[in-house]
């Protein structure tokens, strides 16, 4: 299965917009990228998920590269509630998310 | 209001005894799944599945059991074949390739 690699952690000022980085070089031409997001002692989060072209949402951008190696999820503008963990995952098309692979995410700290 | 149901929140249980862990949706969703997370941890496969009186092993199935009796009902039994079963664990449902949906998973403890 196709990997993705995100920083551990990151800070962002309250009120500035948020760009996540994800990276997935050996991504193949049928896998979905999804984010999702955990905030503490909760279930992940559906954030937002494409396939090649870049999605907007009522919660995020997601701006997906060219070649489709990398993404990046931006929130425009971080509140305190958008403290939480966030996940970049790659799901096959034809399966369904039981090849959704949650790894350890990027731990986004928002600073007042 | 529709959502995801996992119940208790919090669950103590003592070293070898079967302990059986609640997942209820009104979504009308066919798929369903459970997950495992240790502290700091991605969150890991269990049992998923895709249609009712259908489930499959994930990637550590192993010390667990499931049912798919009805479409709205996944539970989860954690056996005392499971070693180290004190965990989160969180269930989910989805409708194919589309955003899968989460309870707020049961914290459980063995004592």
């Known amino acids: 299965d196709a990997k993705t690699t995100q920083p551990n952690s990151m800070e962002s000022n309250e009120e500035e917009p948020v760009h996540l980085p994800c990276n997935h070089s050996t991504i193949s031409g049928t896998d979905y990228i999804h984010w999702y997001r955990q905030l503490p002692s909760q279930g992940p989060e559906y954030v937002i998920h494409g396939l090649t072209s870049n999605v907007n949402n009522r919660m995020a951008s997601l701006a997906i590269a060219e070649d489709r190696k990398s993404s990046t999820l931006i929130l425009h503008r971080a509140t305190l509630r958008d403290a939480a963990v966030y996940y970049c995952?790659?799901?096959?098309?034809?399966?369904?998310?039981?090849?959704?692979?949650f790894g350890t995410g990027t731990r986004l700290t928002i600073i007042p | 209001d529709g959502g995801i149901t996992q119940s208790p929140k919090y669950l103590f249980r003592k070293e070898g005894q079967n302990v059986t862990l609640s997942c209820e949706q009104n979504l009308n969703h066919d798929a369903m799944y459970w997950y495992r997370q240790d502290p700091g941890q991605g969150l890991r496969l269990i049992y998923y599945?895709?249609?009712?009186?259908?489930?499959q092993k994930g990637d550590i199935a192993e010390g667990y059991s499931v049912s798919r009796e009805k479409k709205e009902s996944f539970p989860l039994t954690v056996t005392s074949a499971q070693k180290n079963p004190t965990a989160f664990y969180l269930c989910a449902s989805s409708i194919k390739q589309t955003e899968a949906f989460f309870g707020q998973g049961t914290r459980l403890t063995v004592v």
């Open positions: 995952i790659l799901s096959p098309q034809d399966f369904g998310n039981e090849k959704l692979t």
């Open positions: 599945s895709q249609i009712v009186n259908d489930f």
